[in-house]
């Protein structure tokens, strides 16, 4: 974070800079302490679990202006039970080996982990009015 921090803090400015000029919204991620703990992630450590998926429709909610009755959902989850370090160093070698590696391997490789997967519909098609309530 040291090395970075500057140009970091420079990007976001440069963001909300063009979000006011625009009129658009900006959703602050970072200021969303709940998901600061690792129980609003997945185990890979990139997607959200639905809790933190929650946490942050509804910040992205109110950040668009609109009310939330009970902000409960800003509050931390109960404390979590600290893990033995011999589990938790086990815990952090085995995203290792089944996340960070892999996907080491791919940049390195000039791969991505969708080269494989294909479209559910492989053709565009039309599709009728969205039935929102």
Not at 90 to 108: D, I, S
Not at 115 to 127: L, M, Q, S, W
């Amino acid at each position: 974070v040291g090395l970075t921090a500057g140009r970091a803090a420079m990007y976001i400015a440069n963001l909300y800079t063009i979000a006011a000029r625009h009129d658009a919204y900006i959703l602050n991620q970072w200021g969303l302490d709940s998901l600061k703990d690792w129980r609003m992630w997945a185990e890979d450590r990139i997607h959200m679990t639905t809790e933190g998926h929650e946490r942050v429709a509804l910040a992205a909610y109110l950040a668009l202006g609109h009310h939330v009755e009970e902000e409960a959902w800003r509050a931390p989850l109960p404390p979590a039970e600290p893990l033995p370090r011999v589990e938790s160093v086990r815990g952090h070698a085995r995203w290792a080996k089944e996340h960070a590696g892999p996907w080491v391997q791919r940049r390195l490789t000039g791969r991505s982990s969708g080269d494989t997967v294909t479209a559910k519909i492989g053709e565009p098609a039309p599709f009728g009015p969205l039935d929102l309530p």
